[in-house]
């Protein structure tokens, strides 16, 4: 089965510190996302992107920020000045598109294995 | 935006009974209900998902039902086993091409004694 692949699998970065991390999506995807979850609560959106563009963002996607699809495989994440909240597990997802015919088929995202972070 | 509640947060059952977790939401307009299962320490994983245009799916143990004018949607697992402890998370999303930021809710701990 395809998967999504993420690396590092854990990262320990000073505070202030740039950090990037990577993902690889299934390559047939075309819909790449962040998501973040602190330890113990709930996963929570950061970014989506499509078509080479950032089609939405949540309040937490703030300027620290930014993504990049660099090489047409690969999909990063960059923050740039980390912050000790910044800590938590990160995970990188790609979904296909939604067949309308298709009414029992299961169309959500893969996730990928995830980069915790840990910010000291 | 969406708001998605999730009941109950802990849940013992016993190997063989069956389970249920129920998420509200707050926007009419979603139409795209995943749930996801989570083990500890490892990413969550699409275990059944249902779209607005049907009222009930079922995959084996597991089935997802929906109520589009009251807003919530369940997940039910039968005759449980000990290998579906796990958190689960439900999810909600409005499906528009390019965008599909789910809203999870706050996550059910299922625990099932052998």
């Known amino acids: ?120 | 935006g969406e708001n998605v509640e999730q009941h109950p947060s802990t849940l013992s059952v016993q190997e063989g009974d069956s389970a249920v977790i129920k998420c509200t939401y707050s926007d009419s307009a979603s139409n795209y209900f995943p749930w996801y299962k989570q083990e500890l320490g490892k990413r969550p994983q699409l275990i059944i998902d249902i779209r607005s245009n049907v009222g009930e799916k079922k995959d084996q143990r597991i089935a997802v039902t929906l109520n589009k004018t009251a807003k919530h949607f369940s997940l039910h697992i039968t005759e449980t086993q000990p290998e579906d402890s796990a958190v689960y998370f439900c999810a909600a999303s409005i499906w528009v091409p390019g965008r599909r930021a789910l809203t999870f809710g706050s996550g059910t701990r299922l625990q099932v004694q052998p």
């Not at chain 1, 998967?3 to 510190?17: A, D, K, L, N």
């Not at chain 1, 740039?18 to 390559?27: A, Y």
């Not at chain 1, 080479?52 to 660099?70: G, L, M, T, Y």
């Not at chain 1, 960059?78 to 597990?89: C, V, W, Y």
Request: hydrophobic residues 30%; proline residues 3%; charged residues 20%.
């Open chain 1, 1 to 120: 089965e395809p998967e999504v692949t993420q690396t590092p699998s854990h990262q320990v970065t000073q505070m202030g510190q740039e950090v990037i991390l990577r993902c690889v999506p299934i390559s047939n995807h075309l819909y790449f996302y962040w998501y973040r979850q602190i330890l113990g609560q709930k996963v929570e959106f950061l970014v989506s992107f499509y078509n080479n563009e950032i089609s939405e963002k949540s309040e937490i996607f703030d300027d620290q920020f930014s993504v990049e699809r660099p090489d047409g495989s690969n999909f990063t994440l960059k923050i740039r000045s980390t912050k000790l909240e910044d800590s938590a597990m990160y995970f990188c997802a790609s979904g296909r598109t939604w067949d309308r015919g298709r009414r029992n088929s299961n169309y959500g995202y893969t996730f990928g294995s995830g980069t915790r972070l840990t910010v000291v």
